[in-house]
């Protein structure tokens, strides 16, 4: 879980995932704006999984097309979601938040 620098609250994953590196949430607890500090971080986990999900899927798309196998869509729908719950799992790990000024 992500605290708030302020108050120390812990911020809901559900709010993580509306936070980028251009926008900024709001503390629950204390309602301070709060931004990304360390966006190198939080690029590198989207960049990552973007990368993966658009090769792999790729692939997997692209081996449905001629043959119409419902594997491999089920495998493009898996996939995709193991990636959001990946991403999101590091971003509360790893993400350090600021007070916005």
């Known amino acids: 879980m992500v605290n708030c620098p302020v108050c120390k609250n812990k911020i809901p994953v ?3 995932t509306l936070l980028t590196n251009y926008n900024s949430i709001s503390c629950p607890g204390c309602l ?3 931004r990304v500090k360390n966006r190198r971080t939080n690029s590198l986990i989207g960049g990552v999984g973007g990368g993966v999900g658009g090769g792999v899927g790729g692939l997997l798309l692209t ?3 001629p043959t119409g196998e419902v ?3 089920v495998s493009f729908i898996m996939l995709l979601s193991a990636i959001a719950f990946i991403a999101l799992g590091l971003a509360a790990k790893f993400l350090k938040l600021e ?3």
């Open 14 to 16: 559900k709010r993580l």
């Open 71 to 73: 594997l491999y869509i």
């Open 32 to 34: 301070s704006r709060l």
């Open 99 to 101: 007070i916005r000024a």
């Open 63 to 65: 081996s449905w097309f």
